[in-house]
């Protein structure tokens, strides 16, 4: 008898000690899911950003090859750069007017990103547009080109926008 008095004197854990334990462990581990996908997401724009800030890159690159191609053919170093808009494509060696923003697309082709080409074949589209704006300045600085190389994307319904600035003056 004195055995089973024992046993019933012992009391276990209650259905609401239960519930507070659960609930605890929940949130801790919807804190865990909520990191995991936030971390996620995070990764996708800095990746994004990092295509951007290089195809802004290259984008200016390509616009002072245009300036040291007119040197080399002894040509004013502003030639084929006049004030307006443009894209630039690695493949094209000189910048080419830009007639609507649905031509500053920029697609994958090869590993490697490339301005619509028109009929080409082998085209993967990307989220990423390239434009570059070229103006030429005056007062202390006249005769300078002020190159802006402006990359825009959309990534989860959110514009995003990448600009890098130069200017290219004639120093030869």
């Known amino acids: 008898m004195k055995i089973f008095k024992r046993l019933k004197a012992k009391a276990g854990f209650s259905l609401i000690e239960i519930l507070a334990v659960l609930f605890v462990v929940s949130m801790a581990l919807l804190g865990v899911v909520s990191l995991i996908t936030q971390n996620i997401q995070v990764q996708s724009i800095n990746k994004n950003n990092l ?8 984008g200016i690159e390509l616009t002072r090859q245009v300036r040291d191609l007119n040197w080399q053919n002894h040509q004013v170093f ?20 830009v007639i609507s923003i649905n031509q500053t697309k920029i697609y994958l082709k090869d590993g ?12 993967t589209p990307t989220i990423f547009s390239r434009q570059i704006a070229i103006k030429k300045l005056s007062g202390d600085f006249s005769g300078a080109l002020e190159v802006r190389s402006i990359v825009s994307w959309t990534d989860h319904n959110r514009p995003y926008n990448y600009e890098l600035k130069t200017l290219l003056f004639d120093w030869r």
Not at 51 to 58: C, D, F, G
Not at 78 to 97: C, F, I, Q
């Open 51 to 58: 295509i951007a800030a290089n195809l802004a890159q290259e």
């Open 78 to 97: 502003d030639a084929y750069l006049s004030d307006g808009n443009y894209t630039v494509d690695y493949r094209l060696g000189t910048s080419v007017p």
């Open 112 to 123: 490697f990103y490339v301005h619509d080409g028109g009929s080409e074949t082998g085209l």
